[in-house]
């Protein structure tokens, strides 16, 4: 079955530690992936996909075909990256647009 | 530029009611149109989406249906609301994802409360 894995509903984090989240797939085929944010009291957006290869908020991930993972990292956490956080794949082809249960993020001044 | 609305922002519902909520999207043609609830510990499941007027996918059986009577209208019915339909619904919009690399856009989303 397509699905996407986000294990850890919540990480708490101090300020200024690395924050990883993670992401493992199960789709046939090759998805692109993304990384969505929900600010408290702010939309989901999108933070930053994997066909662009950019830092966003000093974010990055990257797609691991052979271990069908798109872990987002950041090498020192803020205050201000407390969110909740999802992953979803897209699958040329197909309009389902599904997302994983995501990952409450707490940064700890 | 293309913008979502999404109401009302909340609403309280007696436990068998009927639900309407309405989503409208501006500045775009022929969207993909999306419904999500939004719980604790359960994520953001995708209810239903559409990529035309009149097509609908579900994808959870539950006490819900949706509607897309105009290109850029979506509404999410009951009609009978149960305690447990509470949550946070959200509505999202997408160009078509069957060509690649298409965010999806969010709207404010609906606190519902069944009491």
């Known amino acids: 079955a397509q699905r996407v894995t986000q294990p850890e509903k919540l990480l708490s984090v101090f300020k200024g530690a690395p924050v990883e989240l993670k992401c493992n797939y199960s789709?046939?085929?090759?998805?692109?992936l993304f990384w969505y944010v929900q600010y408290s009291r702010q939309r989901l957006q999108l933070l930053l996909r994997?066909?662009s290869r950019e830092s966003i908020k000093g974010f990055t991930a990257d797609l691991n075909k052979g271990e069908t993972s798109f872990h987002l990292k950041k090498p020192f956490a803020q205050e201000e990256d407390s969110a909740m956080y999802y992953c979803?794949?897209?699958?040329?082809?197909?309009?389902?647009?599904?997302f994983g249960k995501g990952n409450q993020v707490v940064v700890i001044p | 530029s293309q913008t979502i609305h999404q109401w009302p922002a909340t609403l309280v519902q007696p436990v068998g009611s009927p639900l309407s909520l309405e989503c409208t999207v501006e500045?775009?043609?022929?969207?993909?149109l999306y419904w999500y609830r939004q719980a604790a510990g359960r994520g953001l499941q995708l209810l239903f989406y559409?990529?035309?007027?009149?097509?609908i996918s579900s994808e959870v059986p539950q006490n819900l249906s949706a509607s897309r009577p105009q290109d850029r209208q979506f509404i999410l019915s009951s009609k009978k609301l149960l305690l447990s339909d509470s949550g946070f619904y959200l509505c999202?919009?997408?160009?078509?994802?069957?060509?690649?690399?298409?965010?999806?856009?969010f709207g404010q989303g609906t606190r519902l409360t069944v009491v």
């Open positions: 789709y046939s085929g090759s998805p692109e």
């Open positions: 500045g775009t043609s022929n969207p993909n």
């Open positions: 559409s990529v035309g007027i009149g097509q």
């Open positions: 979803a794949p897209n699958v040329y082809g197909n309009n389902r647009l599904a």
């Open positions: 994997h066909i």
């Open positions: 999202a919009w997408s160009e078509r994802l069957d060509r690649g690399n298409t965010e999806a856009f």
